[in-house]
């Protein structure tokens, strides 16, 4: 992985230095069994697949209780879960290209591909939801009536729960291999929950009491504005990684103080970090003593390398500049 070729920089463990360092200097035969589970890359797709699987068993099921349980909502619903399909496909593509060590003509590796993949996610949930409330807008301008059966409740019903265990199940895989593309399905995935809870909501009242029947669409507007938030949100982030901004202050702080820490490190300066595929790439300059050989500097760059990167999960590439300290 990104990481293993820090571990590897050193295999001696640096337990000589100040408390602080000691923590990201484990046992680099521990980690490297750690490294020999499922990749972060299998465990995106498996979960993509299984999103893709799931959507092609709901799409269907929706269009047809919606047809025989007479809910024009479901249908709409169903429409909805083609979308799915699609931004599944993308997220395929993007995991497989994204993760992708770097070659001769992408120095950095292919992780703005990711980056990319994820900001069509995000358009693609914003231009559902509009759809979606398009559609809601135009049912309570027109108070369009419809009378389901208890076929669409079921159909809903068997929709919220399999959208909500695939989101939750996503979400979570999303975040362990600190993938903003899977997470960014993952909630395409609840907005396809939350549509059907609206499609859920108005069929259950229009059974309950007939003069209902608006209730669906009142539902869906509201969860359409809440879905267009999420794409919004996904968009952003993905802008500040195509604009290169720098983490929170928090991350920057941190790594000043790892870099610090590091037995033979005088200070630290210059620390220039940016995210790319969900991970940060970072350069800082270290002080050492000028009387150290180039040998001796060397290594203890490796060790600020390592220790970074075994302490911070999000560091995907670190580079460390050594300068001299003159005044030694």
């Not at 000691?22 to 999103?51: F, Q, V, W, Y």
Request: glycine share 8%; aromatic share 6%.
């Amino acid at each position: 992985m990104k990481k293993k070729l820090f571990r590897l920089a050193s295999k001696k463990s640096h337990r000589d230095g100040p408390k602080g360092v000691e923590s990201c200097c484990h046992s680099i035969d521990a980690m490297e069994m750690n490294e020999t589970k499922i990749s972060p890359e299998k465990a995106g797709r498996k979960a993509t697949l299984l999103g893709l699987f799931v959507n092609a068993f709901l799409t269907p099921l929706k269009f047809l209780a919606g047809i025989f349980g007479g809910s024009q909502a479901l249908i709409a619903d169903a429409v909805h879960s083609i979308s799915d399909l699609f931004t599944d496909a993308v997220v395929l593509l993007g995991i497989k290209i994204g993760r992708k060590p770097p070659d001769k003509e992408h120095h950095f590796g292919h992780a703005r591909i990711e980056t990319l993949a994820s900001a069509i996610v995000g358009l693609a949930l914003i231009g559902t939801a509009v759809y979606l409330g398009i559609e809601a807008a135009l049912n309570i301008h027109r108070h369009t009536e419809s009378h389901p059966t208890g076929i669409a409740l079921v159909g809903a019903g068997v929709s919220i729960a399999f959208k909500e265990a695939l989101y939750r199940y996503t979400v979570l895989i999303g975040r362990r291999i600190k993938s903003q593309l899977i997470v960014a399905n993952a909630w395409h995935h609840r907005s396809d929950a939350l549509s059907s809870v609206a499609v859920l909501l108005g069929v259950a009242g229009t059974l309950i009491n007939p003069a209902w029947h608006i209730l669906d669409a009142f539902a869906a507007l509201i969860v359409s504005f809440f879905i267009i938030k999420v794409g919004f949100d996904i968009l952003r982030k993905t802008l500040r990684e195509f604009t290169d901004t720098a983490p929170r202050p928090e991350i920057i702080e941190k790594l000043m103080q790892l870099s610090r820490a590091v037995d033979g490190v005088m200070d630290a300066h210059d620390l220039r970090v940016r995210t790319s595929g969900g991970f940060y790439q970072a350069e800082i300059h270290i002080v050492v003593n000028g009387q150290l050989t180039v040998v001796e500097g060397h290594r203890i760059a490796k060790t600020v390398e390592r220790c970074l990167a075994e302490e911070m999960d999000e560091l995907g590439r670190v580079i460390v500049h050594v300068d001299p300290d003159v005044e030694a």
